[in-house]
């Protein structure tokens, strides 16, 4: 597989995209396009940043240790999807006190109190979901898996 700036430019905006539209039609605001920026922008930054600083370097480190397939890229992105969910905790945890303060309680109890929120379930998942089409969008032109090495 190589690298595709399609796959680099559209692959991160799913998620945020469908994450954004899912809980604006969910929550009934008075100003739909407010909302729906304030949710995307941030998912975006996430999304992004993931995919090009977290991604990108592993999925080259990955192909030089195995074959590219599109279970390896898919697992890697579930695996950096979880992972992701460590810093983002961190900035919520420290962000947690009263009027946005200092917190007031240990990360350790808050991190075990946020991670057993189901919602957390969308950081593995949108990391398997962008490697995915990420994977898709780099191959589809060709019809088939291109080579990971140079004959």
Do not use: Q
Request: glycine share 6%; hydrophobic share 55%; charged share 5%.
């Amino acid at each position: 597989m190589r690298f595709s700036w399609t796959s680099l430019l559209l692959a991160p905006l799913l998620v945020p995209l469908m994450f954004s539209a899912v809980f604006l039609s969910l929550s009934g605001t008075s100003s739909p396009a407010l909302s729906f920026l304030i949710l995307m922008i941030p998912s975006c930054i996430i999304s992004y940043g993931t995919t090009m600083f977290l991604f990108l370097p592993a999925l080259f480190l990955l192909s030089l240790w195995r074959p590219l397939t599109a279970l390896n890229v898919c697992l890697l992105g579930l695996v950096l999807g979880a992972a992701v969910f460590v810093p983002v905790t961190l900035m919520e945890w420290k962000s947690s006190g009263p009027d946005s303060g200092p917190p007031t309680e240990n990360f350790l109890v808050f991190f075990v109190r946020w991670a057993a929120d189901p919602l957390t379930a969308i950081y593995p998942l949108a990391g398997l979901v962008t490697a995915g089409l990420y994977w898709w969008l780099g191959t589809w032109r060709r019809g088939r898996v291109a080579p990971h090495y140079a004959p």
